[in-house]
């Protein structure tokens, strides 16, 4: 199993505010280092004649929720869909070639990429909210993020209406910055392929995760969202892991059976599954607890007698329901992630990361805490 390489790989430059406009502008890897980009085969499939996107007349307009009132998922267009052979035109050929590619093949659309699916589960889960709130604005908002030029756009959007995708809000930056816009944006989750700006976004507050491409994907729910999450230095904070980097397995045991009436401290995605569980509620409400379209996981490798029992008081303390709970004490996470079948499952640790992708799992990367700074390697024992 191999992800994109230019997710995985190490040592890559910080990135700056503004890129040169020798660039096809979709990464800000691609302003500065065109051969760190990845991305994946667009389709050659002309569009065909589809249904008629969904939207719903609101006094005369279509209706928007207001970002404050929506949960916003901005997506990055590289993991949105697959575009590794425009970027060969850039390479090869230049900034100039790469967009007269762009516009001769605009009635082309991209092929999914690895938040596709994700994305379709969202739009499920808002049209079942619509059905039982009419006139709610709490659904989910999906932005497109692209550090594309201009030109491109019109391809995005010919490929987000073959999809039949209900995307109206694009920020597409010319190879700025997006993460002001995001905060504009007020949002609440950022998926991209370029982990310099997943920790950008992270150090101002903002879920988000660092998406990849890889070799195989398992089929996934078409009518239930399911959200899968690692528990330390994702939804809870790395001060245990820390004790564990430091001290080892004893100690953390130790540390954790002294504090277990102690809560855990929040990490960066506690604040996505407190979303997640508020839309809970609201199917609960309209009595569709067993056929609610979304379903939450918690995947940890923390065992359930050792270390267990602070993750879940501490969630109950926060008021938050987790649907299931896999307490693996060390197992790989890749077996039970394949039977779960997320859309979506977050880890801070990319040695977990790989294991679901050899699965066909799809998962994203947390850039964040003190796994960052001693990475585990996989083993090469064969025996």
Aim: aromatic share 10%; charged share 25%; net charge negative.
């Amino acid at each position: 199993m191999s992800l994109d390489p230019v997710q995985v790989r190490k040592g890559q430059d910080p990135m700056p505010n503004t890129c040169p406009p020798a660039s096809n502008g979709d990464s800000k890897a691609s302003w500065e280092d065109s051969k760190d980009i990845h991305e994946n085969m667009a389709s050659t499939k002309k569009p065909k004649s589809g249904p008629v996107r969904r939207t719903r007349k609101v006094e005369g307009g279509i209706f928007f929720p207001k970002p404050e009132n929506a949960v916003t998922i901005a997506v990055s267009s590289r993991v949105m869909f697959r575009t590794e052979k425009e970027q060969k035109v850039f390479e090869e050929q230049g900034i100039e070639e790469y967009l007269r590619y762009q516009m001769e093949h605009e009635n082309e659309p991209f092929a999914p990429g690895p938040a596709f699916p994700f994305v379709k589960a969202l739009e499920t889960v808002n049209n079942r909210l619509r059905e039982l709130y009419p006139e709610s604005e709490e659904l989910f908002d999906i932005v497109l993020v692209t550090y594309n030029h201009a030109h491109v756009g019109v391809r995005l959007i010919n490929t987000i209406n073959h999809h039949n995708l209900f995307i109206e809000r694009f920020v597409m930056t010319g190879g700025s910055s997006p993460i002001g816009y995001l905060k504009a944006w007020h949002t609440n989750l950022y998926l991209s392929a370029d982990a310099e700006k997943v920790q950008e976004a992270l150090a101002e507050g903002i879920a988000a995760a660092t998406m990849f491409m890889s070799e195989k994907q398992i089929e996934v729910s078409e009518t239930q969202l399911r959200v899968a999450f690692d528990g330390d230095a994702v939804l809870f904070s790395d001060e245990s892991e820390r004790i564990f980097k430091a001290h080892g397995l004893d100690k953390f045991f130790e540390h954790e059976r002294e504090n277990e009436n102690t809560l855990l401290d929040h990490g960066p995605l506690k604040g996505f599954l407190e979303l997640l569980g508020k839309l809970q509620k609201k199917f609960y409400a309209k009595g569709h607890r067993l056929d609610c379209p979304i379903r939450t996981y918690l995947v940890t490798a923390r065992s359930a007698a050792s270390s267990g029992i602070r993750a879940l008081k501490t969630l109950r303390a926060w008021g938050l329901e987790i649907d299931e709970a896999l307490f693996l004490a060390g197992a790989p996470k890749g077996p039970m992630l394949e039977k779960i079948r997320p859309h979506i499952y977050f880890d801070d640790q990319m040695f977990h990361v790989e294991g679901a992708a050899e699965m066909g799992a799809i998962a994203a990367h947390v850039p964040y805490g003190i796994a960052q700074k001693f990475p585990r390697k996989k083993s090469t024992n064969t025996a």
